[in-house]
């Protein structure tokens, strides 16, 4: 993704998560660190989803920071595209593993990751502060 296209992305992720949308700050920052493992999603000259992959300093682990498809092309098999072309590069980068948080109730996420392979590995309440219950997946990889 473009450095010019950060303010889009910043608009499209409050779309995406309203109830804990990045600050513009942090998603800058996010951009600077992990720019080579951000893949969007172009529709139209527009961003369409986006996912965000962030490695561990020894390179074992990586854990995806956000996953979105705008409501009005989800169903079209983006999420899945996303989610496999990120996976491939983090195994030809010989990442072992790879974590994911998500909402006990989302169900279109939580049927994409199983289907990928993704296994339950814990439960946290208040993982993101108060109210912000997680499960946490995690996929073995093998480059
Ligand atoms: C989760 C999300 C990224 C999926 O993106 P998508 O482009 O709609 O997904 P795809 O079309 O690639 O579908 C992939 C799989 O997701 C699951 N899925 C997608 N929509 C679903 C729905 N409405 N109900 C149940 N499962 C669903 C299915 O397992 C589907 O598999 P299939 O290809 O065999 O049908 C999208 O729903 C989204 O952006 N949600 C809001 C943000 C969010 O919750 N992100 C995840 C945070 S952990």
Redesign the pocket.
Known sequence: MAEHELPELVRMDHR??PEMPYPYFVLRQLYELYRDRLLVVERGGELG?YVLFATTPDGERSW?L??????G??????????MAVGLDRLAADGVHEVM????PG??????????LGFVQVDHRADYFGAGGDRLILRLPLHG
């Open positions: 995406l998560f989803g995806v956000a996953l979105g498809v705008v409501p092309a989800r169903g079209l098999g983006h999420g899945r595209s996303l994911i948080t998500v909402a989302n169900r279109p996420a939580l049927g994409l990751y199983e289907s």
